[in-house]
């Protein structure tokens, strides 16, 4: 039997297939906001966006490659996570 097909992905297939996402960027973030918000989980994407309806421009910035590392734990069990940041 093969397992061609059947192995496990080690990256975000949202990373792979979201059009015009550029992906994370290491180093400074240049330019002008009015808000920065710390965090890229539940609490920090609903403030940036409830900013952002509000006319504000928002930077959001995340450690991780992939936003909302908690979120992203708590939604995917542990045995199905292959890569972690």
Do not use: C, H
């Not at 059009?19 to 890229?40: M, N, R, S, Y």
């Not at 920090?44 to 509000?54: E, I, Q, T, V």
């Amino acid at each position: 039997m093969s397992d061609k097909g059947n192995e496990m992905r080690s990256e975000s297939y949202w990373l792979d297939t979201a059009p015009g996402f550029t992906g994370a960027q290491d180093g400074a973030v240049e330019g002008q906001a009015d808000v920065l918000v710390v965090g890229g989980g539940f609490t920090g994407l609903a403030a940036a966006r409830a900013l952002a309806l509000k006319g504000a421009s928002v930077v959001v910035l995340e450690a991780g490659r992939v936003i909302g590392a908690a979120t992203a734990d708590s939604a995917i069990p542990a045995w199905l996570r292959t890569t972690r940041r």
